[in-house]
């Protein structure tokens, strides 16, 4: 025991057993004492008898733990992390490890050793303050839906959105729908997929981007509903507009998660397109549900059914851009830049300067209602002088595209050498 440093604790622990050898205080006194069970004063005691009061020091202090990875371990988990998993948070880094390569570590262990070795830095958050709200209580009451702008295929494709769904009782990730832009087409394929899924949800939280909201003022105050509004209004689902980004913080935190974990999910699959992002997404939400959502207060779920009038047809009536529109003494009609001419054959002159109602299904099928009859139409010419309106992000889109396929940027993936934040 030479060079052995005792601690406070130890030098009271060896007054203690002092006490109980000297017939001071019972053996049972000093156990209550240290907190130790008899037998183990016992034990004590005949140490210290034969080896003098420092035997009271654990034989582990000062050396190197049994359990302690060797240098070769630490270069392998290294090596690994450059190849593979360089921009991978710990936790992450960690679940992949173990899935794919077999090695098996603790998420602080290989922290530690990121810090060590300069491969991550701490990044330090300013404390911002925000109210918590409760959970509603059942799954369905409530889904907060967003879109999110990001390089989702990194170098591999061009930028484009996420349009994410998330359960507010128990953070389920509901549906993940991938397209070009933030539009009312791929709210509405998204949309319908989720309440042919799951049914229609109570309440549905979104922030107020143009297609959820009309944004713009007319004679002092907003007039109108946008298409989507009316939609929620058909299938009896109550719209909420949050005024932060932190009143809907379950998805924004969600769209976070998504760009650290799905990036790297996207990237170790090799998928560089929408279409092959949307068919790889319900593996992906069964796993992710699977991990990180939380039960619900109550077993109840409060998903409805689609109302009863709701069959094929009227799902694809809902699911519609409806714009009314006038028909002209030729019997046409004028629809963003296309013309059609109606072919009714029954009560033609009666439709002259009345006003039809024209669908645009999410295909892009144009239909038209005059009532509940629908009419049989055909396209004739495209009109002049029409500008489809863009929104700032739909531009934002459109420009990373154009980007994308005049140039084509260094992958420098690779490169080891950098410094990770995380």
């Known amino acids: ?49 034969q080896q003098g009061p420092l035997s009271v020091v654990h034989k582990g202090r000062g050396k190197p733990s049994k359990r302690k990875f060797t240098q070769d371990m630490i270069k392998q988990v290294l090596e690994l992390i450059k190849e593979k998993y360089y921009d991978f948070g710990p936790t992450f880094a960690v679940e992949k490890l173990a899935a794919i390569d077999g090695v098996k570590i603790s998420r602080e262990w290989l922290r530690q050793i990121l810090l060590e070795y300069g491969l991550r830095k701490a990044r330090h958050r300013r404390q911002v303050i925000h109210q918590p709200r409760t959970r509603r209580p059942q799954y369905g009451d409530l889904i907060q839906v967003d879109g999110s702008h990001h390089a989702w295929f990194e170098a591999r494709g061009p930028k ?43 309440e549905i939280y979104t922030d107020k981007h143009s297609v959820f909201t009309v944004n713009h003022m007319r004679g002092g105050e907003q007039k109108g509903k946008t298409q989507f509004a009316r939609m929620l209004k058909e299938l009896n689902i109550k719209q909420h507009l949050a005024n932060s980004p932190q009143a809907k913080g379950r998805v924004e935190r969600m769209n976070g998660v998504l760009q650290d974990r799905l990036v790297k999910e996207l990237r170790m699959a090799n ?36 109302p009863v009038y709701c069959d094929a047809k009227a799902i694809e009536n809902i699911f519609s851009i409806q714009e009314p529109r006038k028909v002209s003494k030729a019997l046409t009609v004028q629809y963003k830049n296309a013309v059609y001419v109606i072919n009714q054959i029954r009560a033609v002159r009666t439709l002259r300067k009345r006003g039809v ?25 495209y009109a002049d002088n029409y500008h489809q309106p863009m929104s700032r992000k739909e531009l934002d889109i459109q420009l990373d595209h154009n980007k994308y396929k005049e140039t084509t940027p260094a992958n420098d993936m690779h490169n080891t050498n950098r410094i990770i934040r995380f």
């Open 357 to 381: 109602m024209v669908h645009e299904r999410i295909n892009g099928d144009i239909k038209m209602f005059f009532g509940e009859q629908e009419l049989a139409i055909e396209f004739f010419e």
């Open 160 to 202: 484009c959105v996420a349009l994410v769904f998330v359960d507010d009782a128990t953070s389920k990730l509901q549906a993940v729908h991938f397209c070009e832009s933030e539009n009312l087409i791929g709210y509405f394929t998204s949309m319908k997929a989720y309440v042919e899924n799951y049914g229609c949800p109570q």
């Open 1 to 49: 025991m030479k060079g052995t440093i005792m601690s406070e604790k130890d030098a009271n622990r060896a007054i203690v057993i002092g006490q109980a050898l000297e017939k001071q205080i019972t053996q049972k006194e000093a156990a209550t004492r240290l907190n130790i069970s008899t037998r183990q004063v016992r034990r004590l005691i005949k140490r210290i008898k």
């Open 271 to 306: 998928i560089s397109t929408i279409d092959n992002a949307n068919a790889f997404m319900p593996e992906f939400i069964m796993n992710y549900n699977k991990k990180f959502a939380k039960p619900a207060q109550s077993e109840i779920n409060s998903h409805s059914a689609l």
